[in-house]
């Protein structure tokens, strides 16, 4: 299903811990979590780190091994279409300290104010800096996403490519967030 070219990593690869590591992160399941830590916006590997450990324990520690693990995830990651969105991204885990994170090719980033007088308006735009933001309001930095995922649970956006055309043509798309769940 998949095939690995090993490059530079060729000589650890061909040990029974490369073998090993290889099966482990093309079995369907570690797919999966690769996948959906991406689709969150996470770095791959983040999805993976705990069942990482849990199989290879002291074995995945060693920068070669996790740099060779990346680079598989790399390889994994594209041949489900999938491309490199950015490298060296902080994480503050074990085993991982940096990680590349994916992201679908006709993704594209927006960006989310907040109107400082009320968390619930909401600001969509495809800028940070300098983005043309309605004057009526003080409005200040809340998240960025991609993923259509993130579009919908968090702000309600159903159609990603109507968001797209509608910050392309007004510079920005602005929401009401309803509250997701009400005191009893």
Same mark, same amino acid.
């Given at each position: ?7 530079? !990593?060729?000589?650890? !690869? ?7 590591? @290889? ?32 199989? !290879?324990?002291?074995?995945?520690? $060693? ?10 995830? *790399? ?18 885990? &074990? ?5 590349? *994170? /994916?992201?679908?090719?006709? @993704?594209?980033? !927006? ?19 300098? $983005? ?6 003080? @409005?200040?930095? /809340? ?7 993130? $579009?919908? &649970? ?24 309803? *509250? ?5």
């Amino acid at each position: 299903m998949f095939a690995y070219n090993p490059e530079k !990593f060729r000589s650890l !690869f061909e040990t029974e811990l490369g073998q090993r590591i @290889w099966a482990f992160l093309t079995q369907p399941e570690n797919v999966a979590r690769l996948e959906t830590a991406s689709q969150l916006g996470k770095p791959a590997v983040e999805g993976i780190e705990e069942h990482l450990l849990e199989e !290879f324990r002291e074995e995945v520690l $060693a920068d070669r091994v996790k740099q060779m693990a990346g680079h598989m995830v *790399r390889q994994i990651m594209e041949q489900r279409d999938w491309v490199l969105d950015q490298t060296d991204v902080k994480l503050q885990s &074990v085993p991982f300290s940096k990680a590349a *994170r /994916y992201r679908r090719p006709d @993704w594209i980033t !927006f960006h989310a104010f907040r109107n400082t007088s009320d968390p619930r308006d909401i600001v969509i735009t495809d800028r940070r800096q300098n $983005a043309p933001l309605p004057t009526d309001a003080r @409005w200040s930095y /809340y998240a960025t996403f991609a993923s259509p995922l993130k $579009a919908a &649970v968090a702000f309600g956006v159903h159609d990603i490519r109507q968001l797209r055309t509608h910050v392309h043509a007004h510079g920005f798309q602005r929401l009401r967030i309803q *509250r997701m769940l009400r005191p009893a």
